[in-house]
């Protein structure tokens, strides 16, 4: 079953073409583009989610992360 967002398909396609775009740009190599989104991931998840819910959400998110990169959705 599909996840169904909350948020406007719309929107979310424009936040991550902009920062595809930005990376593309700047000729950021694969590597650092990971460092460098991971770096912004746990800033918000940090500055975001109560403490006794991140490992949870961090859990989830990598589950889905994966569930994504392995069927190749985007």
Do not use: C, W
Request: charged share 20%.
């Amino acid at each position: 079953m599909p996840f169904q967002s909350k948020y406007d398909p719309e929107h979310i396609t424009k936040l991550s073409s902009d920062m595809l775009a930005l990376l593309t740009k700047e000729k950021v190599p694969v590597d650092l583009a990971l460092m460098v989104l991971g770096n912004v991931l746990s800033n918000v998840v940090n500055d975001n989610v109560p403490a006794g819910r991140r490992s949870e959400l961090v859990k989830q998110f990598a589950k889905t992360l994966e569930q994504s990169v392995v069927s190749g959705h985007h």
